[in-house]
């Protein structure tokens, strides 16, 4: 089974609007960590937000927030006030356990495009 | 700061030949990680630092790939032979090695194989 899965391979939003970009992920591990990366068409992988397992607050960072909801494993990016700039590729990644060094593991991806 | 950078930025070579990939981390981290993005993947694992060890090397696809770094900081990634098939982007990135451990991306070396 895939550890990351993003099912959207593309997603519109009009500019100023609010965008959900999926992610599940499988693990039975109680303890993991889960990333979103944004990666424009410069090809750089710029780190948005984080949100650990025990975390018991939705993580937020400006206009992302991720909206964790555990026992459906699912961590879906949420981008408020959509801007042309947010136009990439977002990933979504995860870490499981939490002691000495563990593998990240990213979805596919989802390309947003922001519409002026 | 300084951010992770790579070297070159692209790189064209002919099936068969050698190639380097450079990569130099953010000062101070201690971790470091390399990994091969194909069009329309997120990254895959190739191999893992901790200082001057590689401490996974579970990713790298074959023994024509090789990575070092024997100082601790700066790595350089080794593909000998290469084929067609390992054309693709290669990511680095470091981290503090400490929880949770964030990852931060170099804007990576395109590789193509002719």
């Known amino acids: 089974a895939q550890k990351i899965t993003q099912t959207q391979p593309g997603m519109f939003v009009q500019e100023k609007e609010a965008v959900t970009l999926d992610c599940t992920y499988d693990t039975s591990d109680q303890s993991y960590g889960l990333f979103w990366y944004k990666q424009p068409s410069s090809g750089e992988m710029i780190f948005l937000i984080y949100?650990?397992?025990?975390?018991?607050q939705n993580a937020t960072e400006g206009r992302y927030s991720l909206n964790f909801q555990k026992a459906r494993k699912s961590a879906n990016l949420v981008i408020s006030a959509s801007q042309l700039g947010d136009s990439a590729m977002y990933f979504c990644?995860?870490?499981?356990?939490?002691?000495?060094?563990?593998?990240?593991?990213f979805g596919i991806g989802t390309k947003l495009q922001v519409i002026p | 700061g300084a951010g992770v950078s790579q070297t070159p930025s692209n790189k064209v070579t002919e099936k068969g030949k050698y190639v380097e990939l450079r990569c130099d981390p953010i000062s101070g981290h201690t971790a470091l990680y390399w990994y091969r993005q194909s069009l329309g993947q997120g990254p895959e694992f190739l191999i893992y630092f901790q200082g001057t060890g590689a401490a996974d090397d579970s990713g790298l696809p074959n023994d024509r790939f090789f990575a070092v770094r024997p100082e601790g900081s700066v790595s350089t990634l080794k593909i000998q032979r290469t084929e067609r098939g390992d054309s693709a982007v290669y990511l680095c990135?470091?981290?503090?090695?400490?929880?949770?451990?964030?990852?931060?991306f170099g804007p990576g070396t395109r590789l193509t194989v002719l």
């Open positions: 990644a995860m870490r499981e356990g939490n002691r000495g060094y563990q593998k990240v593991t």
């Open positions: 949100q650990g397992s025990y975390d018991e």
């Open positions: 990135a470091s981290s503090l090695g400490l929880h949770p451990d964030t990852q931060y």
